[in-house]
C-alpha cells in the first residue's frame, strides 16, 4: 500500500477487512467524523459497552481511550480487543489509582464505591458498581438510601448526581479538563446573548455553574437524542459532537457551547490507524484475569440495572 492512498481507498480497505477479519469497528461520539464514518456503532460509554456485550465477533475494534478498549474486553473476553490509538488515555481516569481507593476504602469501611465507567480497571475491580453519565443517577438510586456513597473519579458527574437525588455523596477530586476548564460560564452568558430561544445541552462533567443553567444535562446520546427532535441547540460537551450533529442535520441550527473543548486523546487517531491497527492486530488490550474477574462484577451490577 502505497503512502498517498487516499481516506476513499482507505475506507474501502477497512470494509473489506473487516469481513475477512470478522470485525466490529466500535466509534466514541468524540471521534473525527472520518473515524465516525467506518463505525459498525457510534455511540456515547453505555451504548460501546452494551454493543461490546452482545457482541459475537472475532475482533473488536474500539475508536476511542484505553478505558472504552478494557470495557469492551471485558464485556467480550472472546474477542481480540483493539484499540486506535495506543496512546489514546483518558486523564480523568487516571486521577484515582486502586491503591488509594483502596486506602480511603480503608479508611471508610461502610462505604459503597460507585465508578464512573471513565476509570481504569483496578478501580473498578475496587468498586461496587459501575455507572456512566447515562445512567449514573439510575445507578446511585439503586444504592439503599441508609448506604454512604463515594463517587470517583469525576467530582463533577458526582455533584451533579447528588444534587439530582438531593443524596449526601462523598466525591473524589477528580475532573475532565475538556468540560472543566474549557468549558466556562463567559462561553454560557456569550451563547445565550447571541443564540437567544436555542436550547443549552451539556454534559454532567461540566462544573456545577453551568450544569445549573443547562435546559438538559445529558450523555452524548441523550445530546444526540435530543437534536435529532430539536431544531435549535447549544452543544455543551467536546465538540466532536457538535461536528457529528453538524454533519448529519446540516439544516438544524445548532452551535457549540465552547469551540476549545478538545479531547486530545479522542483526536489521536486517524483512519490510517484504523487500517493499520485491524491489518496488523496490534494495540490488543489484555486485562490480568483476577482483576478482570472483581472488575467485570461493578459492570454486570450497572448493566444488569
Ligand atoms: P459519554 O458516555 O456521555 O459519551 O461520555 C464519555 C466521555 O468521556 C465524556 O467526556
Ligand atoms: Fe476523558 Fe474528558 Fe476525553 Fe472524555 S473528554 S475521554 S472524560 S479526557
Redesign the pocket.
Known amino acids: 500500500m502505497t503512502a498517498e492512498i487516499n481516506n476513499y481507498q482507505l475506507k474501502k480497505e477497512i470494509e473489506e477487512l473487516k469481513k475477512v477479519k470478522d470485525a466490529i469497528i466500535l466509534v466514541?461520539?468524540?471521534q473525527p467524523l472520518e473515524i465516525q464514518s467506518i463505525g459498525d456503532i457510534i455511540?456515547?460509554?453505555?451504548?460501546?459497552a452494551q454493543e461490546a456485550a452482545k457482541a459475537k465477533s472475532s475482533i473488536i475494534l474500539m475508536c476511542?481511550?484505553k478505558?472504552?478498549a478494557e470495557t469492551a474486553k471485558l464485556l467480550s473476553p472472546q474477542a481480540k480487543v483493539l484499540l486506535s490509538h495506543i496512546e489514546a488515555g483518558?486523564p480523568?481516569a487516571d486521577m484515582i489509582t486502586a491503591e488509594e481507593l483502596r486506602d480511603y476504602k480503608q479508611q471508610h469501611p461502610d462505604i459503597v464505591t460507585v465508578c464512573y465507567?471513565?476509570s481504569s480497571i483496578g478501580v473498578k475491580a475496587e468498586s461496587y458498581i459501575c455507572c456512566?453519565?447515562?445512567n449514573a443517577v439510575k445507578i446511585v438510586q439503586s444504592i439503599p438510601e441508609d448506604r454512604n456513597i463515594l463517587f470517583v473519579p469525576d467530582q463533577n458527574l458526582g455533584s451533579y448526581v447528588a444534587h439530582s437525588l438531593k443524596r449526601k455523596i462523598d466525591v473524589w477530586k477528580g475532573y475532565?479538563n475538556?468540560?472543566h476548564h474549557f468549558i466556562t460560564m463567559d462561553d454560557v452568558n456569550r451563547v445565550r446573548h447571541e443564540y437567544p430561544g436555542y436550547k443549552l445541552l451539556v454534559?454532567?462533567?461540566c462544573p456545577p455553574e453551568i450544569v445549573e443553567e443547562a435546559d438538559l444535562v445529558?450523555?452524548?446520546?441523550?445530546?444526540a437524542d435530543y437534536v435529532a427532535a430539536n431544531d435549535y441547540a447549544i452543544i455543551g460537551?467536546?465538540y466532536g459532537?457538535y461536528e457529528q450533529l453538524q454533519h448529519r442535520y446540516p439544516q438544524k441550527h445548532l452551535q457549540p457551547l465552547s469551540v476549545n473543548a478538545i479531547?486530545k486523546n479522542?483526536k489521536k487517531g486517524s483512519l490510517k490507524d484504523v487500517y493499520t491497527v485491524l491489518r496488523d492486530e496490534i494495540n490488543e488490550v489484555t486485562i490480568e484475569p483476577e482483576i478482570a474477574k472483581k472488575a467485570l462484577k461493578a459492570l454486570n451490577r450497572m448493566l444488569e440495572i
Open positions: 466514541h461520539n468524540y455511540g456515547d460509554s453505555l451504548q460501546l476511542g481511550v478505558f472504552m483518558c480523568m465507567v471513565n456512566t453519565s447515562s475532565c475538556v468540560h454534559h454532567p462533567e445529558a450523555s452524548t446520546k441523550g445530546i460537551t467536546e459532537m479531547c479522542m
